[in-house]
């Protein structure tokens, strides 16, 4: 069981990130079958990337941001996904790459985000990136500033609906011209699927741990 005091709930989550992740294992719960049929691998031109897990208190829960993509031409267009992006030259580290983009996109005061460690980091075929998610927390909501060229909606989660069994899914979605095969986590009316998923479904575990 969980203790829904952000404290203690912050202090498990820092100590268990600090331990043997479930990596793969996790991911494979929610990868789709476009990742095997896709048959893209790593190469020379893969590029490295970030997303932030920002958890924060809020009405006596717990909760944590995603954002809605808006629809552009591109392979992750119109998706669920955490704020995030690639790592730029300036960047130090991919920590650093995380925080800055969560304030770029969704205006985020990362000099107020505490970092608790990191997921495991995930090859993306479609868009051929690494992505490294970085997990963090704020002592309060924080007010949202949306950048309309990358974000069409912010959707704020909480832990008890992450931690809901009911919400897992699965469909059937075309993607580059085949059907494959999409579990996904059905939230506030959104279909969060694909590397989002993966990343939430390796979340639960070490939050389970």
Not at 115 to 141: A, D, H
């Amino acid at each position: 069981m969980i203790d829904t005091s952000f404290q203690v709930f912050s202090e498990r989550l820092r100590q268990r990130l600090q331990q043997p992740l479930p990596g793969e294992a996790a991911h494979r719960k929610m990868a789709s079958s476009a990742r095997t049929r896709l048959g893209i691998k790593p190469n020379e031109r893969t590029r490295r990337s970030a997303v932030l897990l920002c958890f924060y208190p809020y009405q006596h829960s717990i909760y944590l941001p995603l954002i809605l993509r808006p629809q552009y031409d591109g392979v992750h267009a119109g998706q669920m996904a955490f704020p995030g992006g690639r790592m730029e030259r300036f960047d130090e580290n991919l920590t650093r790459t995380a925080l800055r983009e969560a304030q770029e996109e969704v205006g985020i005061r990362v000099s107020d985000v505490k970092v608790l460690g990191l997921l495991t980091e995930l090859f993306i075929p479609p868009s051929n990136f690494y992505v490294q998610p970085v997990v963090g927390i704020l002592p309060y909501r924080p007010d949202f500033y949306p950048d309309p060229r990358e974000v069409e909606d912010i959707v704020e989660v909480d832990l008890d609906t992450l931690l809901d069994e009911t919400i897992v899914g699965d469909s059937k979605i075309e993607v580059r011209g085949m059907t494959v095969d999409a579990p996904f986590y059905q939230i506030q009316g959104h279909r969060v699927w694909g590397a989002t998923a993966m990343m939430i479904s390796e979340l639960l575990v070490v939050l389970d741990g």
